[in-house]
């Protein structure tokens, strides 16, 4: 079946700095890749889609400013959270589609602000 | 519009004994029906989908889903439970032919007992 990683795992930052998610499509091109976020015990909120070469869009409520994306290739997309508050805590999932196939999701991202 | 409703939060059930989550769904339009698993800190796993066909679907890991479309309903099924089955499960749906955006319900938690 399709890979998508993420890295890093896990990344604890200070309050105030800026972190960066990759998510990657291991054995398939990936036109279409979606950002997810996860609060504990919670289900998925979708908080943006990214085609390939294009902006992303993004969900309503979803602060583009503060989460910027960029999917500057087939195989990654990145997630960057600019200024990270401990309340961006969060568990941060990507999943990547080519065509028309479904998503294939990532392991996931574990982020801790302190 | 398309929602997704799973009524319980927990499901216990022993070891060895036959296990059901539930999901109801609502679309404008024929349904796709999807069940993931998630172990702690980890991604979504794909674990069966109902496009078209047989209303009994056979997943990984021994599941299986009966699609019900007078009752709206697409109930998770193993006929054993086992302890490592104990994650949780989220059941999704999107309409056929629209976006390949998925609306995830909120995730149940099972707990098989040894």
């Known amino acids: 079946g399709a890979v998508v990683s993420q890295h890093p795992s896990r990344v604890i930052c200070k309050s105030g700095t800026s972190v960066k998610i990759e998510c990657r499509s291991l054995d398939f091109q990936a036109t279409t890749m979606f950002w997810y976020r996860q609060f504990p015990k919670q289900s998925l909120m979708l908080m943006a889609t990214s085609n390939e070469g294009s902006k992303a869009t993004y969900e309503q409520g979803v602060e583009k400013d503060k989460f910027l994306i960029n999917h500057a290739s087939l195989t990654l997309s990145t997630l960057t959270v600019t200024s990270a508050h401990p309340e961006d805590s969060s568990f941060y999932i990507c999943?990547?589609?080519?065509?028309?196939?479904?998503?294939?999701f990532g392991p996931g991202t574990r982020l801790t602000v302190t | 519009a398309q929602s997704v409703a799973q009524p319980e939060d927990q499901v216990n059930v022993a070891e060895g004994n036959p296990l059901t989550v539930k999901c109801t769904y609502s679309?404008?339009?024929?349904?796709?029906l999807f069940w993931y698993v998630q172990y702690p800190n980890r991604g979504l796993q794909f674990l069966l989908k109902y496009i078209t066909g047989d209303n009994l679907v056979k997943g990984s890991y021994g599941f299986e889903a009966e699609f019900n479309k007078s009752q709206t309903s697409f109930h998770l099924k193993k006929p054993s439970a086992l302890v490592s089955d104990s994650a949780l499960y989220f059941c999704a749906v999107r309409v056929s032919g629209g976006s390949y955006i998925p609306t995830f319900g909120r995730g149940t938690s099972l707990i098989v007992h040894p």
């Open positions: 999943s990547a589609r080519a065509g028309g196939r479904e998503q294939y």
């Open positions: 679309v404008s339009g024929n349904p796709y």
